[in-house]
């Protein structure tokens, strides 16, 4: 019939959409979840109750301006890093947490900056985005306020794109790691996400290529970052466990050595031993992450690229640093503690390093922060009071160690680790060596600290020290011949203390625990000077009760 309306069919090209086309206008693409993944990973529900109660950690929600750094760095962090969902989930149902997460949420759109630089934009940050918000879709974006979720969702879309063009700026290791694997996320559960999954899958793999070393290990050496991406990882394949497309082998791989690296360096009591910076941690976040893995994995006793040797014989365990310290690039203000150990026995630590604030980054002042990250901090050996690796003033590592020697094995029946480093070659013509020996129960520990001559004969008598931190509430009671000691950590624990080549002295000393707090405690330092030549000292530490 003339002048009928005629139904529009679905393949006519519109007259707004023919204008876009002639004109170059790009169309909005529509923004929205395709999936929820699970997140494994539980969170803090302590600090999870203290947000539904309209704190974030000390500070009220109603004046909390994400904007204007007021916050602890680490808190900063975990707020513009969404880990703070985790805590709600942890505290309560979606319904309950709602609120609370809503009000942070939309804090953080307001004061996320419109340009994108600063370090709200940081790529690593926009990549844990990317992984948690879409887990936690039921407490972000259950309202009816439209115009609120479809900001938020393109901000999430916004910063993908930020990731693709930004994300190998980052620091190797665990920030581009963590970059890479939000814009895999978002590309999979995200639609009008733009990066292509192929080429997110490439970047990720880059960045683990480049991070990681052939065991697992992060290139940084640290285990706090160690742990993060062992927490990282099960969030990725929770992604792809949301649709059909298949988890790649490489990735697979990567998880599972960096579990086993992770395993490899914590102690009896299931915390971390204290390396570049770290501290214990907390023995439940341990756990959790490692069930959250969902593998069976063992630790790597022999992790030469991640550079941490373990020695374990019934409840006892033993971590060595048998590598040279990170590069610099690889970790801000990296530790000169080659050859250093911790040693503890049926969940009670004896031999450990003082350590470092971890992720409590403002927990302790510049100058003990500096002096921690000294040889001298740490269970080995010091020769002519300097590092093994020199620290430069401006917190960058110099001359030091360049090579470590490493070989495993069994002697008379005792498990062994012989190493060596080359960090006192260049300036006193000695390198130091150390053998360690540990009986099959665990309660014999030998060890034997050499100097010896490299090249031509140094300068005579170089004093050294040889020191052993005690861990906090370990007792101390000095022989009188001066060669020994009797240490005590409990009423039917005891060990004895003998050394042959030096005097023992017992002096003040500090350790980091978990929270990053400094605690007192004593070390045992054995002193001498060695001849142009070199020289030897054993020791030896036993269960006495």
Known sequence: MSGALVPSDPGHESFGAKVARLLGLARRAQVRL??????????DKAFGAGLMAGKFGGVPLDGLDPANGALPPDQWEHLQGFGWLRDLAAAGTAERGRAAAEALARAWLAGLPQRAEGPQWRAD????????????????LATRDTDYRTRFLRALVRGARHIEKNADKSRAGLPRITAWSGAVAASL???????RIDRAEAGLERAIATGLSEDGGLISRAPAEQLALVETLPLLRSAYATGTRGIPDWLDEAQEGALACLLSVLADDGAMTSWQGGNPGDAKRISAAIAAAALAERPVPQARGWGYQRLQAKDSVLVMDAAPPPASKALAGPRASTLAFEYGEGGQRLIVNCGGAGEHADALGTELAHLLRSTAAHSTLTLGDCNSTSILDDGKLGRGVTEVTMERGTRDGLLAIEAGHDGYVRRFGLAHQRLLLLSPDGKILEGTDSLALRGKPGKAGVPFVLRFHLAPGVEVTSTADGRGALLRAAPKKAWQFKVRGGIVEVEDSLWIDGTGMPRQTLQLAVSGESPPEGMSISWELKRAG
Do not use: E
Request: aromatic content about 10%; glycine content about 10%; overall charge positive.
């Open 34 to 43: 395709l999936a929820v993944p699970r997140d494994p990973v539980p969170g």
């Open 189 to 195: 559960v995200i639609q009008g996400a733009p990066t």
């Open 125 to 140: 940050l926009w990549g844990r985005r990317l992984l948690l918000a879409p887990a936690y879709a039921p407490y972000l």
